[in-house]
């Protein structure tokens, strides 16, 4: 098992930043690739971000690229997720994912065993 626990969320003005971050315990933390989803209301859970458990391989979202930036330190079994240029339609809960799967399913909440409670980050306009 690996827990995941979400911290970082907040309000924060259009145009601001925010770092998100997910202290994971339990298994071994660095044999984890490890992702970012978010969901809006009314809205269905969407991948952000993915991290591979070593070395530096990630993958973005279309919608977050150039302005979000996902990054782990292995030895503080804490992945993060940096996020600038914040815009309204950022405003979600942001969830923190563990996976053993194959890269080419990150984008894919499916894939994930292993999820956070959550943290709330709102954007305002």
């Known amino acids: 098992q690996v827990q995941l626990v979400e911290s970082g969320g907040g309000l924060v003005q259009a145009g601001g930043s925010l770092r998100l971050s997910c202290a994971a315990s339990?298994?071994?933390?660095?044999?984890?690739?490890m992702a970012w989803f978010r969901q809006a209301p009314g809205k269905e859970r969407e991948f952000v971000a993915a991290?591979?458990?070593?070395?530096?391989?990630?993958l973005y979202a279309d919608s977050v690229k150039g302005r979000f930036t996902i990054s782990r330190d292995n030895a503080k079994n804490t992945v993060y997720l940096q996020m600038n240029s914040l815009k309204p339609e950022d405003t979600a809960i942001y969830y923190c994912?563990?996976?053993?799967?194959?890269?080419?399913?990150?984008?894919?909440?499916?894939?994930?065993?292993?999820w956070g409670q959550g943290t709330q980050v709102t954007v305002s306009s």
């Open positions: 339990g298994r071994t933390f660095s044999r984890y690739a």
């Open positions: 991290i591979a458990w070593i070395g530096s391989s990630s």
């Open positions: 994912a563990a996976t053993s799967g194959d890269s080419s399913w990150w984008y894919n909440k499916n894939a994930y065993p292993y």
